[in-house]
């Protein structure tokens, strides 16, 4: 068993960035995939962005070029570097540990954080 907590949503403009992170509680070396995820109003939760337990990065279509995850071992963390956002990235982001490497078979939630691009 894992919890998550995320943090680092708020509120920023058009073109601004917002850095995410997520704290596991134990050691996320040996989980296949962590990944970040994001539910608008009124939407499904989507895939935004995956990093496997060996490295390996995906992204969905419309942040790919925008976002950047990326992980450090050592503090148990995943980041979601946002950059150029849009009004359209504007939902609670989710941070969750998978147990296969794609990333589509989350196990473990966080509790979400809102991140909301407007002028």
């Known amino acids: 068993q894992v919890q998550l907590v995320e943090s680092g949503g708020g509120l920023v403009q058009p073109g601004g960035s917002l850095r995410l992170s997520c704290v596991a509680s134990r050691s996320i070396f040996s989980i296949p995939a962590m990944g970040w995820y994001r539910q608008a109003p009124g939407k499904q939760r989507e895939m935004v962005a995956v990093i496997s337990s060996l490295g390996y990065t995906n992204y969905a279509g419309s942040v790919k070029g925008r976002f950047t995850i990326s992980r450090d071992t050592a503090k148990n963390t995943v980041f979601l570097q946002m950059n150029s956002l849009v009004p359209e990235d504007t939902a609670v982001y989710y941070c969750?540990?998978?147990?296969?490497?794609?990333?589509?078979?989350?196990?473990?939630w966080g509790q979400g954080t809102q991140a909301t691009v407007s002028p």
């Open positions: 969750g540990a998978a147990r296969d490497r794609d990333g589509t078979d989350v196990d473990y």
